[in-house]
C-alpha cells in the first residue's frame, strides 16, 4: 500500500509532457482581464511571453506563446525609465500558466517545494 501511495505521489509530480499552456491577450489593460484566456503552445513555442507597455497611466499587457529566444531578445532589448514608462518583457516556462503574475510564480514554487517535501518524508518511512 505505501508503495501505490509513493508512485501516486511521484506521478503527480512528473505529469507526462504536455504543451505549456500560457495566458494570452492582446492590449489588456489590466492583467485580470488579461488572465480569461489561455491556449496551448505548439512546437517550437515553449515559453510564455508577457510584455507591458506602460505611458504614463496608460498600460497595455500582451501575453502570447513564443519561443525561448524571441522571448530572451525581447526583454533583453526592454527598457523602463525612472518613471515607469516603457516596455518590460518576462519570460517563463516552468510550468502551465506561469505568466499568470510575478507574485503567483513564487506561490507555487513553495507550494511545490513543500510538496516534494513530504513525498520525500513518506518515502523514508
Given at each position: 500500500?505505501?508503495?501505490?501511495?509513493?508512485?501516486?505521489?511521484?506521478?503527480?509530480l512528473f505529469p507526462?509532457?504536455?504543451?505549456?499552456?500560457?495566458?494570452?491577450?492582446?492590449?489588456?489593460?489590466?492583467?485580470?482581464?488579461?488572465?480569461?484566456?489561455?491556449?496551448?503552445?505548439q512546437s517550437p513555442?515553449?515559453?510564455?511571453?508577457?510584455?507591458?507597455?506602460?505611458?504614463?497611466?496608460?498600460?497595455?499587457?500582451?501575453?502570447?506563446?513564443?519561443?525561448?529566444?524571441?522571448?530572451?531578445?525581447?526583454?533583453?532589448?526592454?527598457?523602463?525609465?525612472?518613471?515607469?514608462?516603457?516596455?518590460?518583457?518576462?519570460?517563463?516556462?516552468?510550468?502551465?500558466?506561469?505568466?499568470f503574475s510575478g507574485?503567483?510564480?513564487?506561490?507555487?514554487?513553495?507550494?511545490?517545494?513543500?510538496?516534494?517535501?513530504?513525498?520525500?518524508?513518506?518515502?523514508?518511512?
Open positions: 500500500m505505501k508503495m501505490l501511495l509513493s508512485f501516486v505521489l511521484l506521478s503527480l507526462p509532457a504536455l504543451a505549456l499552456e500560457c495566458y494570452v491577450c492582446s492590449a489588456s489593460s489590466t492583467n485580470e482581464q488579461c488572465n480569461q484566456n489561455s491556449q496551448d503552445c513555442l515553449d515559453t510564455c511571453m508577457t510584455s507591458v507597455d506602460t505611458e504614463g497611466q496608460a498600460k497595455a499587457i500582451v501575453k502570447q506563446c513564443a519561443s525561448e529566444a524571441t522571448c530572451s531578445g525581447a526583454a533583453a532589448s526592454s527598457s523602463v525609465d525612472a518613471n515607469g514608462n516603457g516596455n518590460s518583457v518576462s519570460c517563463c516556462n516552468s510550468f502551465n500558466l506561469c505568466n507574485a503567483e510564480s513564487v506561490r507555487v514554487h513553495t507550494t511545490l517545494l513543500l510538496l516534494t517535501g513530504v513525498v520525500l518524508r513518506l518515502l523514508s518511512l
